[in-house]
């Protein structure tokens, strides 16, 4: 594939150093097209968030090479390529909710003209507009999340990494903030990789589920979900959503008795 | 308005009540003025010594300012550079932490020595020294206490470290050095007194209370203990506004609407 925004190849993740060495991740390959919306899921502790820190360059492969836009994951986060979004906002409480999207301009010192009319833009995609000149402390908890998304997409990074970001929600504002997500994911094109646990916000959201095992973290399949989009209330009841869930649950469980080897098969 | 005189009034009087007591018990014990004065004679003291009050009070208060003005920026200059650098960390830190150890105020003398036992600069020092660790310490907690997580968001933004520092450390830090600030308020007040015990000229808090007392003038003595107490109260309130200005949106002055 030559339109692979990431290309991760035979990465190995190991923790610690002598007889506390963990092994987190192992043997992982991963291709991410352009504009798609990648998950990844699976139980805790099976390196899911490491693998996404790993293509953030927030922390080096014991092995194996990460590649994002033909560049290595370093050069690419030196050249402002990622968006990145956490389970916790991590807004600044200094700053307002228009000075914490224009934290990452700021930083960047682009555009400096077009600075708060871009974070004002932004704030209108996750619907926000009006709350400008809040303090984070003042909003919600999906509210804040919000903000944090427009944040990561302010600069218009060419990769939105998303940690579990409505791990912390209610299931309702997290399906409301999921439909949202898609407009935005729609609106803007923007590759995504998203960390969840959750599999039916996992086969909701993606264009790929990437289903992973636990100690070592290995990737067992990449299931495409090719549900129609775009998607919305009406998905979440389709015979088809309900088929995929069905099919990432059992690939979860069965783990143990699936080699590496036999995930293509297995998923055709 | 109501509401507000309905907030203070239990407060109110309870002091006008220990006032009370306090006249009505030295005069029913026929308590002897040096061991305790009434409140009557005190205030009869302050209104006669007013101008002179309002001298000394003033004085004091420039020492105290002006210790904790030069031990804060000392501080400051400190904590940032052992923030910013590990080296200066491993060069500054030990001797930061000695020096705590040490009772400042045993230097009073040496200070007098050094700067002039009339110069005002001489309390200034002590204040200095005093209010240097609290205010150095609290600043340092704060530009190195930093979530984590909005570190790693710095780093994906490539921030260089001296944006990190700027945009996360430093407003991190403000409600810890105010904190310090307010801390520091009372401690400048306490230093400065307790130096000018040990020496100084005539028109200050310390030297006026050793002076009144030694000629039995208790009542005189006591109303400078109210001036000492109301200039340190007001320094602290002063303080505790600027906090309000500088960072309104610290969780300590967040108006929360309940009434």
């Known amino acids: ?268 | 308005m109501t509401k507000r005189i309905g907030r203070y009034l239990p407060a109110a009087l309870v002091f006008v009540g220990v006032l009370g007591l306090w006249e009505l018990a030295v005069r029913a014990f026929g308590i002897q003025q040096f061991l305790l004065p009434p409140p009557s004679s005190i205030a009869a003291a302050f209104v006669e010594h007013f101008d002179e009050l309002m001298t000394v009070g003033r004085n004091t208060l420039v020492e105290a300012v002006g210790g904790l003005v030069i031990g804060g920026v000392a501080a400051l200059v400190v904590a940032f550079a052992i923030a910013r650098w590990a080296s200066a960390s491993r060069a500054l830190l030990p001797f930061a932490i000695a020096a705590n150890s040490v009772p400042i105020i045993a230097f009073a003398p040496i200070m007098n020595n050094w700067f002039g036992i009339l110069n005002p600069l001489s309390k200034m020092m002590v204040v200095a020294v005093l209010v240097f660790f609290p205010i150095m310490i609290n600043t340092l907690r704060g530009l190195t206490l930093v979530d984590q997580a909005s570190l790693e968001l710095m780093r994906s933004y490539a921030a260089s470290e001296r944006a990190i520092f700027a945009k996360v450390r430093v407003p991190n830090a403000l409600p810890y050095i105010f904190t310090a600030l307010k801390v520091s308020a009372t401690l400048s007040l306490i230093g400065a007194i307790v130096a000018e015990y040990f020496g100084g000229a005539r028109s200050v808090l310390g030297q006026f209370i050793i002076t009144e007392a030694a000629f039995f003038r208790f009542a005189n003595a006591w109303a400078a203990i109210v001036v000492a107490s109301a200039v340190s109260i007001a320094f602290f309130l002063i303080i505790l506004a600027i906090e309000r200005v500088a960072i309104p949106w610290h969780a300590s002055a967040r108006i929360v609407d309940s009434s």
């Not at chain 1, 352009?34 to 699976?42: E, M, N, P, Q, T």
């Not at chain 1, 986060?77 to 968006?83: I, L, N, T």
């Not at chain 1, 004002?120 to 507009?129: G, I, K």
């Not at chain 1, 898609?182 to 086969?203: C, D, M, N, Y």
């Open chain 1, 1 to 268: 594939m030559t339109d692979s925004v990431v290309r991760v190849r035979g990465v190995d993740k190991v923790f610690g150093i002598g007889a506390d060495k963990t092994p987190a991740l192992q043997s992982i390959d991963l291709e991410i097209p352009k504009g798609a919306f990648v998950s990844l899921i699976g139980p805790s502790g099976c390196g899911k968030s490491t693998l996404l820190r790993l293509i953030g360059d927030l922390t080096q492969p014991s092995a194996g090479t990460i590649e994002v836009n033909g560049k290595t994951a370093h050069r690419a986060r030196v050249d402002r390529d990622y968006g990145m979004v956490f389970q916790a906002p991590v807004l600044f409480d200094w700053r307002t909710v228009q000075g914490n999207v224009e934290l990452p301009l700021e930083v960047s010192a682009k555009d400096r003209a077009g600075r708060a009319d871009r974070a004002r833009a932004m704030l209108a995609l996750v619907e926000l507009s009006g709350f400008e000149r809040r303090y984070p402390w003042q909003l919600s908890g999906g509210m804040q999340q919000r903000v944090a998304i427009a944040r990561a997409l302010s600069f218009e990074p060419a990769i939105l990494l998303m940690d579990e970001p409505f791990g912390a929600l209610d299931e309702m504002t997290r399906e409301r903030l999921n439909l949202e997500l898609l407009r935005i994911w729609k609106q803007t094109g923007t590759t995504t990789v998203f960390v969840t646990h959750s599999i039916p916000e996992a086969v909701f959201l993606s264009t790929h589920v990437a289903v992973m095992s636990a100690r070592p973290g290995r990737i067992l399949e990449v299931i495409p979900v090719d549900l129609p989009q775009p998607r919305n209330d009406l998905t979440r009841e389709d015979e088809r959503y309900f088929g995929f869930i069905k099919r990432v649950r059992e690939r979860l469980r069965g783990r143990d008795v699936v080699r590496p080897g036999a995930a293509e098969v297995a998923a055709s």
